[in-house]
């Protein structure tokens, strides 16, 4: 018998872990949208409602980004901070995303405005969840980051320059084809579960192909499908 640990977050559910860990995955690991996810599920023989596929993900898909946080190596000791604008029922709203030097996504903040009371938040968050403060942070040269730097963090080293900030920039791409490919968000809260979700499981396949061997990338990779089949509970035993 399993332990309550162990147990599958979709047990009790109609279909069992391996078809909606599959959905969750194909939704949050790549650009697809729920029809998409539903064509290609069915294309295995899975019938299985795009509605349905739209439930799954912010259930089973937090559970999972919440498990493979506590699983992913310490993060760098530099956070690289930066915000995006994205229309959500057609008023701008501000993405405010940290990532560290390995372009790992720490947090993502969805508010709407730019100002320095959502940077001071996004610190804060930050905080909470790293229990450490960073050796460096770097921002472009927005001055609400200095603001909310100075209130939450005064004695870390503070980088402003527009080219330091690529780092975090980069992240930003999937977020602009995910927002095309599902014809814009719903609301700040959908985007913002939809965002924090999809940060973490990008993370988990986040596989460098630079300097490595085709063995050492399979074997990266294998070990990413392995840990993804044991916190979505595929792996799990009954």
Request: with cysteine.
């Amino acid at each position: 018998m399993s332990s309550p640990a162990a147990r599958s977050p979709c047990a009790g559910h109609r279909f069992p872990a391996e078809v909606s860990s599959q959905a969750v995955w194909l939704h949050f690991r790549f650009p697809l949208g729920l029809r998409m996810v539903e064509g290609m599920l069915a294309a295995r023989g899975v019938i299985v409602s795009h509605e349905t596929v739209r439930q799954w993900a912010p259930k089973f898909g937090q559970n999972s980004a919440n498990r493979i946080r506590r699983r992913l190596p310490r993060v760098g000791d530099k956070w690289h901070l930066d915000e995006a604008a994205v229309k959500i029922a057609g008023v701008t709203h501000w993405l405010w995303r940290a990532v560290d030097r390995a372009g790992v996504v720490l947090d993502v903040l969805v508010r709407g405005r730019r100002d320095g009371r959502a940077a001071e938040r996004l610190l804060r968050k930050l905080l909470k969840r790293q229990c450490r403060a960073p050796r460096v942070m770097a921002t472009d040269k927005l001055a609400s980051d200095g603001a909310a730097k100075r209130e939450v963090l005064p004695w870390v080293e503070h980088r402003r320059h527009k080219g330091l900030n690529n780092r975090a920039e980069n992240p930003h791409r999937p977020t602009r084809r995910r927002e095309r490919r599902m014809k814009r968000f719903e609301s700040a809260r959908q985007a913002q579960r939809s965002l924090s979700a999809h940060g973490q499981i990008s993370d988990l396949f986040h596989l460098r192909r630079d300097h490595v061997t085709a063995s050492e990338y399979r074997a990266a990779r294998a070990r990413a499908f392995e840990t993804w089949a044991d916190i979505s509970g595929v792996a799990a035993v009954a």
